[in-house]
T-cell receptor
């Protein structure tokens, strides 16, 4: 089984600044992946980024990047140049069955 | 390419009634997942299918809940003898195991169930 922990219930960031959302995981699986999803107030979950445990480099997708530190068992999401549309809930998940409790991000103009 | 669709979008029912929800995944996706989400929480896994086979069920899925995916395409989730605690958003997602990567999920808009 895999456990996902997101310790930041809410975060605020100034528009155009970067923000890091934390996620730690605990798994006994030798091979696993970490995913981040965004859920705007409209409700629909949107896939953002994926990191495989054997990937040599941190994943990036546009303004999203994953700061993956295997030794610390952390897979933090970095959003660069925040936009107002980034205001949403963000969820981290490992095997995609079990999601963290989420972080609510608010971008301040 | 149409996304994942769910029907109905909203359902209000009286306690004790049965309800059925439908999910149509992205057509080439072989995996289909059901989740329940309550306000302020992350999605809670209920079950998933690979093609028509139901491969895993959460302990949350009591004997009042049943899910099917008879031909490996659309899926239905039925809740029998609904209780007020079943009030939640029911999310469906699909993914493909073809190709590299982690089989990211594509979610539908959800069905909001209110049990009165």
């Amino acid at each position: 089984a895999q456990k996902i922990t997101q310790t930041q219930p809410g975060m605020f960031v100034q528009e155009k600044e970067a923000v890091t959302l934390d996620c730690t995981y605990d798994t006994s699986d030798p091979s696993y992946g970490l995913f981040w999803y965004k859920q705007p107030s409209s409700g629909e979950m949107i896939f953002l980024i994926y990191q495989g445990s054997y990937d040599q480099q941190n994943a990036t997708e546009g303004r999203y990047s994953l700061n993956f530190q295997k030794a610390r068992k952390s897979a933090n999401l970095v959003i660069s140049a925040s936009q107002l549309g980034d205001s949403a809930m963000y969820f981290c998940t490992g095997n995609q069955f079990y999601f963290g409790t989420g972080t609510s991000l608010t971008v301040i103009p | 390419d149409t996304g994942v669709s769910q029907d109905p979008r909203h359902k209000i029912t009286k306690r004790g009634q049965n309800v059925t929800f439908r999910c149509d995944p992205i057509s080439e996706h072989n995996r289909l997942y059901w989740y329940r989400q309550t306000l302020g929480q992350g999605p809670e896994f209920l079950t998933y299918f690979q093609n028509e086979a139901q491969l895993e069920k959460s302990r949350l899925l009591s004997d009042r809940f049943s899910a099917e995916r008879p031909k490996g395409s659309f899926s239905t989730l039925e809740i029998q003898r609904t209780e007020q605690g079943d009030s939640a958003m029911y999310l469906c997602a699909s993914s493909s195991t073809a190709g590299p990567g982690g089989y990211e999920q594509y979610f539908g808009p959800g069905t909001r169930l209110t049990v009165t």
